[in-house]
C-alpha cells in the first residue's frame, strides 16, 4: 500500500499550490502521507507531523517530497499532547512563514471490537481524534488569523482550510480553498456538511477577505 501511495495520485484533481504551505497531521502512513505527496505533487511546501519524527517512514517521506523540488520540514507532533502541538506549529512556522492548509489526518481506532474496547483503547482515542483535532485546529488556526488575509487564489476551488479528515469538523479561514459543489464564504466556522444543507449557519470568528 505505502509503496503505491508513494508513486503518487493517478488521477488526483488538478490544482495549483505553488507559494503555499500545508502542514498534515500522522503524515507517516496511509491517507497522511498519501495528502503529502498530492499536496508537493501540486507545488505546496510541507510541514509534517509525526508521532515519531526520527522513524524510517518520516524519513523517506521527507526524501520523497525533496524530490519533487519541495521543501519539507518534519516535525514531532503527537497529538494528544498540546505541547507538541505548540512546538510542531511554532517549529513550522519558522522554518515556512506561514500555514495556508492543514490537513488534520491524525487518527486512530481501537484494535479490537466494540465489545471488548477497554477504557485505555476509549481515551486514545478520543485523546487523538478528538482532542488532538481540536487543539491542531486550535493552534494553526490561530497563525492563519495572526497571518492576515490573503488575495483570493487565481482559482477559486482553492479555499485553505483547516479540516477534521476523519471527522468532517472544520474551521475555515481566508486562505485561498475548497468547498465543493458550493462554495462557502471565506473567514467562516464551517459545520460538516449534512449540518449545513439542514440550514445550519454559524458566525465567523475570522477577519472577512478585503
Do not use: W
Not at 41 to 58: E, H, I, K, T
Request: proline letters at 6%; aromatic letters at 2%.
Amino acid at each position: 500500500m505505502s509503496e503505491s501511495i508513494d508513486r503518487g495520485i493517478p488521477g488526483a484533481p488538478r490544482f495549483d499550490l505553488a507559494g503555499r504551505t500545508a502542514l498534515v497531521t500522522g503524515a507517516a502512513r496511509g491517507i497522511g502521507r498519501g495528502c503529502a505527496i498530492g499536496l508537493a505533487q501540486a507545488g505546496a511546501d510541507l510541514a509534517l507531523g509525526f508521532l515519531d519524527a526520527a522513524s524510517a517512514d518520516a524519513r523517506s517521506l521527507v526524501e520523497i517530497i525533496e524530490s519533487l523540488g519541495r521543501r519539507a520540514v518534519p516535525l514531532q507532533m503527537d497529538v494528544t499532547r498540546r505541547e507538541q502541538i505548540v512546538s510542531a506549529t511554532a517549529a513550522a512556522l519558522a522554518a515556512l512563514g506561514r500555514i495556508d492548509v492543514l490537513v488534520n489526518n491524525a487518527g486512530i481506532g481501537p484494535p479490537n471490537p466494540a465489545e471488548s474496547v477497554t477504557e485505555a483503547d476509549f481515551d486514545r482515542t478520543v485523546g487523538v481524534n478528538l482532542k488532538g483535532t481540536f487543539f491542531v485546529s486550535q493552534e494553526v488556526g490561530a497563525a492563519m488569523i495572526r497571518g492576515g488575509p490573503r488575495r483570493a487564489d487565481r482559482q477559486p476551488q482553492l479555499a485553505g482550510r483547516v479540516r477534521g479528515a476523519a471527522d468532517g469538523v472544520g474551521l475555515l479561514h481566508d486562505q485561498g480553498g475548497d468547498r465543493a459543489p458550493d462554495q462557502v464564504p471565506r473567514g467562516r466556522v464551517g459545520a460538516p456538511r449534512h449540518q449545513r444543507q439542514r440550514g445550519s449557519r454559524r458566525r465567523s470568528y475570522a477577519r472577512p477577505a478585503r
